[in-house]
């Protein structure tokens, strides 16, 4: 459930009781509806707790709080994670020429260099211990693609 959901049927009540003349004061309402929160919100509201003045805190600051967090949680599920992207080949295109399989080899190649000078060098080191130059390292990377894509060819 959303922050603004939760706090529409929390107004609900409050409108009612209102309504009912049984006006609370504002440090009440904001424990009410720190009680009504879905168990998921547990962590940012004892964090909330334990940051705030819960005596000057007004309910209409705390839903501001509480949707910041819900947005930032958003974003977070929403970014994509960084992989190598893999193309199906359909019956279709197993007969292409052996000049488009160089190009798609020297694409899958360069995006394969492009990949580790962006995420570091995550390569074992020789046992050893002895300091390699990065051709050799990359002479290497090539072979085992080339040896990859032979074999799934």
């Known amino acids: ?40 919100w547990s962590a940012k509201v004892t ?14 600051e705390l839903i501001g709080n509480l949707k910041v967090h819900e947005m930032i949680v958003k974003a977070k599920v929403e970014r994509k994670p960084l992989a190598l992207k893999t193309k199906k080949k359909s019956s279709d295109e197993e007969c292409s020429t052996s000049k488009s399989k160089d190009e798609e080899y020297a694409m899958t190649v360069r995006d394969f260099k492009k990949f580790f000078k962006r995420r570091g060098r995550f390569m ?23 040896n990859a894509l032979d074999a799934a060819t």
Do not use: C, W
Request: charged fraction near 30%.
């Open 1 to 40: 459930e959303s922050i603004d959901s939760a706090f529409a049927r929390f107004n609900t009540t409050i409108t009612s009781l209102k309504a009912l003349d049984e006006g609370y004061s504002s440090k009440i309402y904001v424990r009410k509806f720190f009680k009504g929160l879905h168990p998921k």
């Open 47 to 60: 964090a909330i707790k334990e940051s705030k003045d819960l005596m000057s805190l007004s309910l209409d």
């Open 124 to 146: 074992r080191q020789p046992q050893n211990n002895k300091k390699t130059s990065k051709k050799a390292v990359m002479t290497r990377m090539v072979k085992v693609i080339e």
